[in-house]
Every structure is written in C-alpha cells, then in structure tokens.
C-alpha cells in the first residue's frame, strides 16, 4: 500500500515529544525544573489537524508541566507522560475511541517509538531520527525534530485526505476573533 493511501485512513495522530516536537535539548533552571522550546509551527499543525476533524495525543516518556500547559493550548486529545513502553497506551486510546490500528498515525525519533512505529497505520519520524526508526517509517520529514517536522507530517496526511485549505484557513481565523 502507498503512502498516501495509507494515510488517507488517518483518524488520529499522535506523536512523541523530546526529539521529536522539540530538538531534543532539555535546560535545567536553578531549581533543577527543566525547559523545553516548542515550534510554533507544530503547535500550528496539531491545530490544524484538530480543525480539520482528526484527533491528536502525545505519548512520552518525560513528565512535564510545561507540556502539560502546551498540550491544553493547542487541545490535544490524549496526554500520556512517563511511558516508556508506549504500544499499550497506544492500544488503550486506540480501544477507547473504537478505531482501528490502521486508523492510527504516529510521529517519532528514537528507539522507545519503534514497536509503535511498526504497528501503526501510517508511521513518521523526524529527519535526525536514530537510523533503527528510519528503517520502519512510512514518512521521513525533511527537518529535525523541533523545527516543524510534526507539523510536515500532519499537512501529509491532510493533502492525502484532500484537506481543503480554504476551509481550513477560514477556520484558523475564526479562532483568533
């Protein structure tokens, strides 16, 4: 099956986070909180995602409030911090919203995303993903994680589902009045 047929069946997107929507770095304040940049772009994308009537989530391994924050603003779905084995959470949410493996999208990087990565319907990975996950992807972004690969993935898989632009453009307005 090609690509773009694969991800015309897309009805949720979820994705990891360190190394994927951020590039990976992590800063650690005084008080020893970490911090981590967000691309506007991806947030972006995840919006859009959302309007364009896909449902969005994020499983990783890390706990932050911080994302917990970013994941409000930008009303992701599904939320899932400190998973290292990620396969079963991605089976729970797959249960509770009656879809099927196959209707699942999932963006990562690193070692802990590839048992998802080979399972999902439609798999993605950032440019400087480990070279194991580039192996078991469907999609390779042409940018590192954190600058707006997330958001490459998703704008795919909505010009395969024949997203039409216009539409959405008009809905991204309306959220700013």
Known sequence: MKNRERSRRIKMI?????GTLTDGSLYLLPDGEEVKGYNVR???????ARLAGLRTGIITGKTSKALEARAARLHVDELHQGILDKWPVVEEIRD???LETEDLAFIGDDLGDLSVLKKVGFSGAVSDAHPEILKHCHFISGLPG??????EFIEFILSSQGQDWARLEKKIAALKD
Do not use: E, Q, S
């Not at 979820?14 to 360190?18: A, E, P, T």
């Not at 954190?146 to 958001?151: D, N, Q, T």
């Open 42 to 48: 991806d947030g972006m994308g995840i919006l859009m």
């Open 146 to 151: 954190g600058k707006g690969a997330v958001r």
């Open 14 to 18: 979820l994705m990891d986070v360190d």
């Open 96 to 98: 509770r919203y009656g």
